[in-house]
């Protein structure tokens, strides 16, 4: 089994940065990426960002692209995003997510609140 914790989440107003923090444990040797999705009050949960735990390659959404940076740390074990000119529109719980060897997201964190206020 693998743990997800993040950390990192609060209040912000626009034009501010944040920066999330999401740490694994358990059996993450199997790891193949972690990534960050968001669910926003009334919408579906979205892709955000994610990262490939071998090579680093990194993808983004479109919203994300320019704004928010995903990066790792396999020591730790401990993917992070930072958020850059935050908007209002941002304000979500977002859920640190791993993909082991399936490909397949299948463990998730308990998510963290970002509010952006205008």
């Known amino acids: 089994q693998v743990q997800l914790v993040e950390s990192g989440g609060g209040l912000v107003q626009a034009g501010g940065s944040l920066r999330l923090s999401c740490a694994a444990s358990g059996r993450t040797y199997s790891t193949y990426a972690m990534g960050w999705f968001r669910r926003a009050p009334g919408k579906e949960r979205e892709f955000v960002a994610s990262?490939?735990?071998?090579?680093?390659?990194?993808y983004y959404a479109d919203s994300a692209k320019g704004r928010f940076t995903i990066s790792r740390d396999n020591a730790k074990n401990t993917v992070y995003l930072q958020m850059n000119s935050l908007k209002p529109e941002d304000t979500a719980v977002y859920y640190c997510?791993?993909?082991?060897?399936?490909?397949?997201?299948?463990?998730w964190g308990q998510g963290t609140q970002v509010t952006v206020s205008s």
């Open positions: 997510a791993l993909a082991d060897f399936r490909r397949e997201y299948n463990y």
């Open positions: 990262i490939r735990w071998s090579g680093g390659s990194t």
